[in-house]
Structures are given as structure tokens and as C-alpha cells.
């Protein structure tokens, strides 16, 4: 990111929303301990919540996103088509599949991978069966995706921030080429 920066672009971190609405910025930023202990919300709360997702991104997409920024987060929309239960999600997934295609799509998915056992030793959030259930899904689902880009996260973290980068700077070319 700081390579980036220095070539006169700008960069930006979030984690999962956007937070333009007053809603979101009263939410504290605690850590999270036990994803799957509370639960889940009714099918319609679900709905109003995901729909309210899919406006601040929109809202935040159009009039806060500064176009041409490397804009990264750590989580995004989509993980709750992965694990529904960490965001007490109680409605249709149909549904929250739906929402998804509508939601702004990165113009690139890089997926930090290794594997269950190595993920697992790193944080237990959830069961080592839970880690390898998502580390499937999350595999499968980014390959579906147009560009995408998948690290080896078992590298030192000099190779995975290298790697990072190369796979940036590759898709910020493609896309200066494409508009031409």
C-alpha cells in the first residue's frame, strides 16, 4: 500500500462497511471472540440489515470512493455468503446471494490462503472442521470471480506483502491498458 501511495495514488483501508451511516459509526469496534455464539436474527431483520449494506455500499461507492482509489478491506459483503452464522444472518440465502450481485464488485479478490491447520494456529475463532468448511468456500468462491488472485499466506510476510503488491500492480496496469 505504501508503494502505491508513493506513485501519487491513493489508498484506503476498511473493515467490512463502509460506515457512512450514523447507524454504523455507533457500533463499537470490538474484537471478535466467539462469531458463531449469538443468535440468529429473524429473516426480516436479516433483510432490512443486508439491504442497508447494500445502500451504504452504493452510497459510499458513489459519493465517498474516490474513483482510481486502492480501496482494500478485510472483509467484505460476500463473507457472509461464506458464514452466514458469524453475521446471525436468519434469512434465505437466495436472498443474500441476491443482494450480493448487486452489491459494488471489486475489481479484484485476492484471498490470503493456507492451510486449516496453519489458519486454525493462528486464530480459533470457530472449529477446525468450521476453518476448513470456509477455506473450501472461500476458495471456490473467489475462483468464480473474474480477476482474482491467490497468495500462498504461509510465505514470510515480506513474500505474501510482495506478492500482494505484484498481483495490485498487475490488475492497476491491466485496467490503465483497457482504458487506453
Not at 467484505?76 to 443474500?96: F, K, N, Q, V
Amino acid at each position: 500500500m505504501v508503494k502505491f501511495e508513493k506513485e501519487g495514488r491513493v489508498a484506503k483501508m476498511r473493515h467490512l462497511k463502509p460506515g457512512v451511516t450514523t447507524i454504523r459509526r455507533w457500533q463499537g469496534k470490538a474484537v471478535v471472540v466467539d462469531p458463531h455464539g449469538k443468535p440468529q436474527r429473524s429473516a426480516i431483520l436479516s433483510f432490512a440489515k443486508i439491504l442497508l449494506w447494500l445502500i451504504e455500499e452504493w452510497y459510499a461507492n458513489v459519493f465517498h470512493e474516490q474513483k482510481q482509489t486502492l480501496l482494500i478491506c478485510d472483509r467484505y459483503y460476500h463473507d457472509l455468503l461464506i458464514d452466514p452464522i458469524r453475521y446471525r444472518y436468519g434469512g434465505p440465502l437466495s436472498i443474500a446471494r441476491l443482494i450480493g450481485k448487486l452489491m459494488p464488485q471489486p475489481a479484484l479478490w485476492i484471498l490470503l490462503d493456507a492451510p486449516s491447520d496453519v489458519l486454525q494456529g493462528r486464530k480459533q475463532e470457530v472449529s477446525r472442521e468450521e476453518t476448513e468448511r470456509q477455506r473450501r468456500a472461500y476458495l471456490a468462491f473467489v475462483k468464480e470471480q473474474r480477476e482474482h488472485r491467490i497468495v500462498d499466506a504461509t510465505q514470510s510476510l515480506e513474500t505474501v506483502i510482495a506478492d500482494v503488491n505484484h498481483a495490485i500492480q498487475c490488475a492497476v496496469m491491466q485496467n490503465e491498458d483497457s482504458r487506453g
